[in-house]
């Protein structure tokens, strides 16, 4: 079976500083990645998309940058974090070639000081 | 990018009672998902609809797809404590899903 994961569960961040996180998929090849942030209790805004090594596609311009260095490996990371980059940030893979449907990570809750 | 409008944004009921929320589109659906997120956790997709008119069920859920594939709704019957969550409503296109802003559901002992 599929697993997602992400790390780290929680970050405390101060502002100017770098960040980088985590996303890695098992029991699957080639799928398509995402990147996404929450704010408290609603919806998801798409940050990035990948569907395949290197090719990664900016939806919000921002201070963010994503790189997949490997199939199954997707980053998130900044140069130098903004109070408003703290939120829920969420990766995801569906099936290449597949329907729509998308399975999450746990999440990591990012809060920048 | 289409917009997705979902209601009510907030809906608190006591176990036992029904519950319905809705899902709205100005646009055709190609598909349309569902998913269940609880605090602090990724969303976990409950169910995918595509033919205008579906109905699906999932234990005591039940999703229908509009027949002219611009609305979606989700009942919940004899709702549970374990109902309490975030329901999202998300479209597909071009690899990207879109997602609505959700809606909140508490269901109280």
């Known amino acids: 079976s599929q697993t997602i994961h992400q790390w780290p569960a929680t970050l405390v961040q101060p502002v100017g500083s770098p960040l980088s996180l985590e996303c890695t998929v098992e029991?699957?090849?080639?799928?398509?990645l995402y990147w996404y942030r929450q704010a408290a209790g609603r919806g998801l805004q798409l940050l990035f998309y990948?569907?395949?090594?290197?090719?990664i596609s900016s939806e919000v311009p921002q201070n963010l940058s994503a790189s997949r260095p490997q199939d199954r490996q997707f980053i998130l990371s900044s140069k130098k974090l903004l109070l408003s980059d703290s939120g829920f940030y969420l990766c995801?893979?569906?099936?290449?070639?597949?329907?729509?449907?998308?399975?999450f990570g746990p999440g990591t809750r990012l809060t920048v000081l | 990018t289409q917009l997705l409008e979902q209601s009510p944004q907030f809906l608190s009921i006591q176990e036992g009672e029904n519950l319905t929320v809705y899902c709205n589109s100005s646009?055709?659906?190609?598909?349309l998902q569902w998913y269940r997120q609880e605090p602090g956790e990724g969303p976990v997709l409950l169910v995918t609809?595509?033919?205008?008119?579906e109905v699906k069920k999932l234990k005591r859920l039940t999703f229908q797809f509009g027949d002219a594939r611009k609305d979606s709704s989700l009942h919940i019957t004899a709702a549970q404590p374990g109902d309490t969550g975030l329901y999202l409503c998300?479209?597909?296109?071009?690899?990207?899903?879109?997602f609505g802003a959700g809606t909140t559901v508490t269901v109280r002992a």
């Open positions: 995801a893979w569906s099936v290449r070639g597949g329907g729509y449907e998308q399975f």
């Open positions: 609809v595509v033919t205008g008119g």
């Open positions: 998300a479209q597909g296109g071009d690899y990207k899903l879109s």
């Open positions: 029991g699957t090849s080639n799928p398509n």
């Open positions: 646009s055709v659906f190609s598909s």
């Open positions: 990948s569907v395949g090594i290197g090719q």
